[in-house]
């Protein structure tokens, strides 16, 4: 039986994810609409490494895999967080709205295989980096050490994926890396986001 605050919490968590997906779908049209023909950025990445467009595939592999791993242990130690974790994301994403539209680059060799619709315009901070490490961060190293190393793993596999498929910038995935670490550094011991954390927050 889901308590009044537990149900405060699921309906707040899906009104910030809804709000996150509506401005990042905003924002990647504000970019194709207001600039067409937005230029490539110099990577010194991209002249060391050789172009596999078919990386795409284990950047989506890799980040369905620590998706797993993070419900995994969600679930079997704290599943009353969700709700928390989801706006967590949602703020992850808003920032990152805002942030794309003032870096509006273009993907370098039409970029990866696999089309995003969300974030196929935008590419600073790179969100599947900083979705990739909050997770990682909620996952813990204390709370599940093994599922934790795996992820890790599985986190340089994605970054590295998407530099040979050319989905992001070097500077994308270190972008995205440092947003996803504010956040959550912001959420678990900041007071940026207090107010909105007590109302997602099992203890109310």
Same mark, same amino acid.
């Given at each position: ?9 699921? =309906?707040?968590a ?6 996150a997906?509506?401005?990042?779908e ?5 970019i ?9 950025? %110099? ?6 490494? %050789? ?7 284990v950047?989506?592999?890799a980040m ?8 995994? #242990? ?8 969700? %709700?928390?974790?989801?706006t967590?994301?949602a703020?992850v ?6 942030m ?8 370098a ?7 995003f619709?969300l974030?196929?315009?935008g590419?600073? %901070? #790179?969100?599947?980096?900083a979705?990739? &490490?909050?997770?990682l961060?909620?996952?813990g ?13 599985l ?5 590295? #994926?998407m ?5 992001h910038y070097s ?6 890396a &440092? ?14 986001f ?5 109302? =997602? #927050?099992?203890?109310g």
């Open positions: 039986m889901i308590g009044g605050a537990g149900r405060r919490g699921i =309906v707040v899906a009104t910030m994810a809804a709000a997906a509506l401005a990042t905003v924002a990647s049209r504000y194709i609409t207001r600039f067409p023909e937005r230029p490539t950025a %110099p990577d010194l990445a991209y002249e060391v490494l %050789p172009h596999i467009p078919e990386g795409s595939y950047t989506l592999v369905a895999a620590i998706i797993v791993l993070y419900m995994a #242990s969600v679930i079997r130690h704290d599943p009353g967080r969700i %709700p928390a974790h989801i967590a994301i703020l994403y808003l920032f990152r709205a805002a794309t539209v003032l870096t509006p680059l273009a993907h060799r039409d970029g990866s295989l696999v089309p619709p974030f196929t315009n590419l600073f %901070p #790179s969100g599947h980096t979705l990739a &490490l909050l997770l961060l909620f996952i190293r204390k709370k599940a050490p093994r599922l934790h190393a795996v992820g890790v793993a986190f340089f596999v994605m970054a590295v #994926s530099l040979f498929s050319r989905g500077i994308d995935i270190v972008g995205g &440092l947003l996803g670490y504010f956040v959550w550094r912001e959420w678990s011991e900041g007071s940026m207090e107010p909105l954390r007590r109302l =997602v #927050s099992p203890q």
